[in-house]
């Protein structure tokens, strides 16, 4: 049959699923799974949350969640478990913008559109009428008006050797070899049929000859609407090709319009990328282009999508297992590093939570590391009476020295650590569950574009032996976001830049810097951000952390050492430009008895360079030395 070989030998055929929910998506993947089953393919489900004009993307976070939730679901249960299922969520004003974009991005050959059979000037699909769709479509498409599909053992398939019909074979003789089922050839002639339909027809008829799925052809005289509902009667499939002329009344042509509006029968009209004038000269590649650039967004709107798209909550990866076993089908490895300073308190305790769960029930965690700076109580006892390795860090690349703060111990734990995910979370939560974990990694083997995540959630403060609801967060609030707002305004949509839980996955994480300390989370947000975009930044809900409140005075410091990452970011991307070297001495009030006096501080953070661009980490990692790689 015309192209099949072409796309049997493809190097990849996307089936792409847009839906409002899971529901629609669950009825339509085996249409999906039926196109690719015989091919080297892949399906992409992207559920569409649409947020009406004046209203800010955000408020598509929930739904976006929740349809994130149904859609992994649909794409856990697909029957072809050879198969690669994709699950995206897309929150925007215009979906079809976005599924133009994501067609283009996902090199999309077929895209399943779910039609509820209006073929008027009214109709519309993800918020743009079918006449705009379809007139110059980024890909191949496949409308389909669901009417059920349980049992499909027929298919009829009604040719008029129009400029679609090799298309609407081809998805026939897949869906028929799929399900097992017998196909129906339907012809219809009449006088109000152009010569030109019956030259086509003729072109056509030869490819048909010999097809074992076709059981039965029939050529009738009449009206083309009434004869192929006619025919259809004790057939569970119509599969047809959109008219030549597209009219914007009826944009898939009367007949299939009609034949939609009446059939009792699941139908899919299909249209090619091209309009084609010759069988002979369809062209192959078709298939197998995307279509067309992203559209501009102002930045408001981009951190609106971002956070609707991008904002996860830990419940969403309670399934453990399916985790597990997306580790295992990516051949990734995941590391847990524990920065750690006197904290005999609550360090067993989250040992014993995490090594339990995520690594003796489940084999989520290939290891767990505790990096201590210098503890001088019972925390190292605490993690090694419980089977965990501990090493300190100022014994870790020991010649470029050990300097202050959790910054340090992040970066020298990159050389520590064996995994290709690596997550790190603070040893001083009280209220310590796996979601902690699960939910910082959930995100990295769901979505191959992600490279780090943020953890956030609510944080009491204990204020007068009180527990305050939602008073923690002091910093972030009154320093970090106030300066990624008026600075960086793609990261305002992190909702706590601070956080100490995160996740990201080396080959990102080993190329940039890290600052020692109070800035090193800043400055991570920001090197990502400019590295590697804002997409690839996602964060997630891990809903309350209760742990040890700092005191004002700490924190009038760490806002202090935030401030100049910030400027020091800015002026090295010049963005801003400094007279003079800002001071990083700071005078600290303190308060005697019936007193106040200045004690000055320096305070500022130092930054360790790219750990890839340290000579022993690229002898561990089996990388070539630097000078080798220059000489290339």
């Known amino acids: 049959m015309p192209r099949d070989r072409d796309l049997e030998t493809a190097k990849e055929y996307t089936v792409l699923l847009p839906a409002a929910n899971a529901e629609v ?27 009406p004009e004046g209203q800010s993307l955000s408020k598509g976070a929930l739904q976006a969640q929740r349809c994130r939730e149904g859609l992994l679901q649909v794409a856990a249960e697909s029957k072809e478990s050879r198969l690669e299922v994709k699950a995206r969520v897309r929150v925007s004003r215009r979906p079809w913008d976005d599924i133009v974009h994501l067609i283009g991005r996902e090199k999309v050959s077929l895209a399943l559109l779910p039609w509820g059979g209006t073929s008027d000037v009214k109709g519309r699909l993800f918020g743009v009428s079918l006449y705009d769709i379809l007139k110059s479509p980024p890909c191949d498409v496949a409308l389909v008006r669901w009417r059920g ?8 398939l009604p ?87 597209m009219p914007r ?30 069988l002979s000269r369809l062209p192959s590649e078709a298939l197998l282009r995307a279509a067309q650039p992203a559209v501009e967004m102002p930045i408001s709107a981009l951190v609106d999508k971002w956070f609707a798209e991008n904002t996860f909550h830990s419940h969403e990866f309670t399934d453990v297992k399916r985790l597990v076993a997306l580790k295992k089908e990516q051949g990734v490895t995941i590391s847990l590093g524990l920065p750690a300073l006197n904290e005999e308190a609550t360090i067993g305790n989250v040992i014993e939570t995490i090594k339990g769960e995520l690594m003796e029930r489940y084999p989520l965690l290939d290891e767990m590391v ?7 109580d019972y925390t190292l006892e605490i993690a090694r009476r419980q089977g965990i390795p501990v090493c300190f860090e100022g014994d870790v690349l020991s010649r470029y020295g050990a300097l202050l703060g959790k910054g340090e111990v992040l970066w020298k734990s990159l050389y520590v650590l064996e995994g290709d995910i690596i997550a790190w979370i603070d040893t001083d939560i009280r209220n310590i569950h796996p979601r902690f974990v699960y939910g910082l990694i959930g995100p990295l083997l769901t979505r191959k574009g992600i490279q780090y995540v943020k953890g956030f959630y609510r ?13 923690g967060g002091r910093v972030t609030e009154l320093t970090a976001r106030p300066l990624l707002n008026l600075f960086y305004p793609e990261l305002s949509g992190l909702v706590q830049p601070l956080a100490g839980e995160y996740a990201g996955r080396r080959q990102a994480l080993e190329r940039v810097p890290f600052f020692t300390g109070y800035g090193v989370e800043t400055g991570l947000l920001i090197d990502m951000l400019e590295n590697f975009g804002l997409r690839a930044i996602a964060q997630v809900d891990l809903e309350e952390r209760i742990h040890r409140n700092q005191p004002l005075r700490s924190l009038g410091k760490m806002s202090f050492a935030i401030i100049q990452v910030v400027m020091q970011r800015l002026e090295g991307q010049h963005k801003l430009r400094l007279l003079e070297d800002i001071n990083k001495t700071m005078k600290l009030i303190r308060y005697e008895p019936r007193r106040f006096y200045l004690e000055v501080e320096q305070i500022g953070d130092l930054e360790r360079p790219p750990m890839i661009t340290i000579p022993e980490y690229r002898q561990k990692r089996g990388l070539p030395p630097l000078e080798e790689e220059d000489a290339d």
């Not at 489900?45 to 649409?50: D, E, F, M, Y």
């Not at 083309?224 to 047809?240: K, P, R």
Request: aromatic share 4%; with cysteine; hydrophobic share 45%.
């Open 25 to 51: 998506a669950a009825q339509l993947l085996p249409l999906a799974e039926a196109l690719i089953a015989k091919r080297h393919g892949r399906i992409v489900i992207v559920g569409v949350v649409r947020v």
């Open 149 to 156: 599909l349980d049992g499909c053992r027929r298919i009829l």
């Open 159 to 245: 040719v008029r050797g129009g400029p679609y019909a090799t298309l609407a074979l081809e998805i026939c003789l897949a869906l028929a070899e799929y399900f097992d089922a017998h196909i129906t050839l339907t012809h219809v002639t009449s006088e109000a049929r152009r010569p030109v339909d019956e030259e086509w027809f003729a072109a056509f008829l030869p490819v048909l000859h010999g097809l074992a799925r076709v059981s039965r052809s029939v050529t009738v005289t009449g009206t083309v609407t009434e004869s192929i509902l006619a025919e259809a009667d004790n057939h569970q499939l119509i599969v047809m090709g959109a008219a030549g002329e």
């Open 249 to 278: 009344e009826t944009p898939v042509g009367p007949t299939p319009g009609s034949i939609v509006s009446q059939a009792e029968q699941t139908v899919i009209v299909v249209k090619t990328k091209r309009r084609v004038t010759k």
């Open 370 to 376: 505790v990096i201590d700076s210098g503890s001088t």
């Open 459 to 471: 944080r009491p403060l204990h204020e007068g032996g009180k527990l305050k609801a939602g008073g």
